[in-house]
């Protein structure tokens, strides 16, 4: 069994989905997306566009990245597309449809529930309706929250939200700048970490029932190597078939639900 390595795939997810109609989460214009930033809203990725940082893009992208906030050059005809026939003077900002929350916010939703702590780290998900389909799974089976890294990955776009069906609103999300830090601090507090992946055992011979954070690789490249270092087990779902992978959001909800049967 492969989780994600099938290399067309990759080519398919790595270029960013369209965006689906004009939304009120995609800020266009400097002074709009400025006083954005400023505001101390979630802002997942930065749009500038390339050859063209003078004026007060500079000061945009200067106050970018003192919130830490992921920038992106791309072409004038990609900002276009992004906005929609909206004046856009160069710059677009893609603001979270939530809210992110800090991962002790997630371990304190488990300790409410008297429930022993259920977390899924998503390793790079590049495609927004994998991720929110990722979400739906997630929200469907008893997941405390969600960790996805602040950059190479997709964000809580439009996108990701609708294809969530409205799971994203009733999930905790927290967003790191590093996973194999954040995997680290959740070893020291007492979890295991259960990555999904190709070479490991087979998914429904683990115990599941611990402090535990659940690692879903990207659609093309899998768990990164220094994340998969720091796995406490591998998890592999046998394939039968001539197809040597699944998606994404279809393998998670294999194993999720195995890790909620395990845990009831």
């Known amino acids: 069994m492969k989780f994600y390595d099938n290399k067309k795939e990759k080519k398919q997810f790595d ?19 400025l006083e954005l930033i400023r505001s101390g809203r979630s802002v997942d990725k930065l749009f500038v566009k390339q050859n063209d940082i003078e004026g007060s893009i500079i000061v945009i992208i200067a106050e970018a990245k003192a919130h830490g906030i992921p920038i992106v050059e791309v072409k004038r005809e990609k900002l276009d597309e992004m906005a929609m026939g909206v004046m856009h003077q160069g710059v677009i900002a893609m ?3 939530k809210e992110y929350v800090e991962i002790e916010d997630i371990l304190a939703i488990a300790e409410s529930r008297g429930e022993k702590p259920f977390i899924v780290i998503a390793d790079s998900i590049n495609d927004p309706h994998n991720l929110g389909a990722l979400i739906r799974n997630c929200e469907g089976a008893g997941v405390h929250g969600l960790i996805i890294p602040k950059r190479r990955s997709a964000g809580l776009t439009p996108v990701a939200a609708r294809a969530s069906a409205g799971a994203v609103e009733h999930l905790a999300i927290a967003k790191v700048s590093n ?30 029932d611990m402090p ?44 999720l639900f195995e890790v909620a049967k395990a845990r009831r």
């Open 15 to 33: 270029t960013p989905a369209p965006l689906e109609g004009p939304d009120e989460n995609i800020i266009c214009g400097r002074n709009a997306v």
């Open 95 to 97: 603001a979270a449809a």
């Open 179 to 208: 996973l194999s830090f954040a995997i680290n601090d959740l070893k020291k507090k007492g979890l295991w970490i259960v990555g999904c992946e190709a070479g490991g055992q087979q998914y429904d011979t683990i115990d599941y």
């Open 212 to 255: 535990l954070a659940l690692v879903l690789g990207s659609e093309g490249e899998g768990i990164s190597d220094l994340v998969k270092k720091n796995c406490d087990f591998i998890a592999s779902i046998p394939m039968k078939g001539k197809v040597n992978s699944l998606n994404v959001s279809c393998a998670s909800a294999v194993v």
